[in-house]
């Protein structure tokens, strides 16, 4: 089982960054793929970032590469989403969320952080 807490998101402006962290319970993190994911209001959920443990790149949606970087720390148990150059449509609530590298399905996800980036 593993248990992920989100943090790090607040109010900022466009143009600012903001850097999101996902604590993950378990000893087994080293193995999972993490991705973050993200919902504005009254839309579906949304792929942002994943990156797995082997090859330690990013795979990012086109709405944010190139201005969102994912990366892990794997002796904190920690994934990082580093956002630069935020925009108003990056507003939402973004989710870290764990799955098997076997798997290709999410089973783990966190509470959610909020992000809003004013104009």
């Known amino acids: 089982q593993v248990t992920l807490v989100e943090s790090g998101g607040g109010l900022v402006q466009a143009g600012s960054s903001l850097r999101l962290s996902c604590a993950a319970s378990?000893?087994?993190?080293?193995?999972?793929?993490m991705g973050w994911f993200r919902q504005a209001p009254g839309k579906e959920r949304e792929f942002v970032a994943a990156?797995?443990?082997?090859?330690?790149?990013?795979d990012y949606a086109d709405s944010v590469k190139g201005r969102f970087t994912i990366s892990r720390d794997n002796a904190k148990n920690t994934v990082y989403l580093q956002m630069n150059s935020l925009k108003p449509e990056d507003t939402a609530v973004y989710y870290c969320?764990?799955?098997?590298?076997?798997?290709?399905?999410?089973?783990?996800w966190g509470q959610g952080t909020q992000v809003t980036v004013s104009s």
């Open positions: 969320a764990a799955r098997a590298g076997d798997s290709a399905r999410y089973d783990h």
């Open positions: 378990g000893r087994t993190f080293r193995t999972y793929v």
């Open positions: 990156i797995n443990s082997i090859v330690r790149d990013g």
